[in-house]
């Protein structure tokens, strides 16, 4: 069992809680209501430059050029083809420049925004891998639904899309291998700080979707 899998199952309530959310159901029956979805889009937003800064320090960290390279691309894909997604939705759901850009932040969303800042201040690879691979390998689990209809509203669909296409799977499947790869190569206590931060992101995911109903 790699570094990755092990790190799932040690979380494997608060991952499939998060992998099978009532949000997740909804959204594949397009059926999430515009004020929870307004809602979810608004604070996940706040996210991309924190999660931008992260991937930007992953790539001084990288022990290979390689790699380097998957993350910088990976990086242009968040800042083109996502960041058009979000601008597109926020228009069709009359979302404001001001809640756009400086909504009311909620818990789960100053806090996630604290631990990826708090990766990158790490200077720890191994670290940074393990908070971005529970964010994408995440996603991909409830995205990837095989013979799923996709729902009719763009929203609800190009979220799901942007998540599950070949091009996302084939780089979460890359990225577990890196933190497999990188975590068999860690000593100890470098395995335990990874593993706590994977720890931190998998609640940190889970009260996200939660608090969107609340």
């Given at each position: 069992?790699g570094?990755?899998?092990?790190?799932?199952?040690?979380?494997?309530?608060?991952?499939?809680?998060?992998?099978?959310?009532r949000?997740?159901?909804?959204?594949?029956?397009?059926?999430?209501?515009?004020?929870?979805?307004?809602?979810?889009?608004?604070?996940d937003?706040?996210f991309?430059?924190g999660?931008?800064?992260l991937?930007?320090?992953?790539?001084?960290?990288?022990?290979?050029?390689?790699s380097?390279?998957?993350?910088?691309q990976?990086?242009?894909?968040?800042?083109?083809?996502?960041n058009?997604?979000?601008q597109?939705?926020?228009?069709?759901?009359?979302?404001?420049?001001?809640?756009?850009?400086?909504?009311?932040?909620?818990?789960?969303?100053?806090?996630?925004?604290?631990?990826?800042k708090?990766?990158?201040?790490?200077r720890?690879?191994?670290?940074?891998?393990?908070v971005?691979?529970l964010a994408?390998?995440?996603?991909?689990?409830?995205?990837?639904?095989?013979?799923?209809?996709?729902?009719?509203?763009?929203?609800?669909?190009?979220w799901?899309?942007?998540?599950?296409?070949?091009?996302?799977r084939?780089?979460?499947?890359?990225?577990?291998?890196?933190?497999?790869?990188?975590?068999?190569?860690?000593?100890?206590?470098g395995?335990?700080?990874?593993?706590?931060?994977?720890?931190?992101?998998?609640?940190?995911?889970?009260?996200?979707?939660?608090?969107?109903?609340?």
């Amino acid at each position: 069992m790699g570094f990755s899998e092990r790190l799932r199952d040690e979380n494997a309530d608060d991952w499939n809680a998060a992998v099978g959310h009532r949000f997740v159901d909804e959204i594949f029956r397009g059926t999430v209501a515009p004020d929870v979805m307004r809602r979810y889009l608004t604070q996940d937003y706040q996210f991309i430059d924190g999660f931008v800064a992260l991937l930007g320090m992953t790539i001084a960290t990288a022990d290979r050029f390689e790699s380097r390279i998957r993350f910088a691309q990976f990086a242009a894909m968040i800042t083109s083809d996502e960041n058009t997604y979000f601008q597109r939705s926020f228009d069709a759901l009359g979302v404001p420049a001001a809640e756009r850009e400086h909504p009311v932040l909620t818990a789960p969303t100053t806090g996630f925004q604290a631990l990826m800042k708090e990766a990158a201040a790490s200077r720890h690879y191994a670290s940074c891998l393990a908070v971005l691979t529970l964010a994408e390998w995440l996603y991909l689990s409830w995205a990837d639904r095989p013979g799923a209809l996709p729902p009719a509203d763009f929203i609800h669909a190009e979220w799901i899309t942007l998540h599950n296409n070949d091009g996302f799977r084939g780089f979460v499947t890359w990225l577990r291998g890196e933190l497999d790869r990188v975590g068999a190569a860690e000593d100890e206590p470098g395995r335990a700080v990874a593993t706590a931060f994977f720890r931190r992101a998998v609640v940190l995911e889970r009260a996200f979707f939660d608090h969107i109903y609340d």
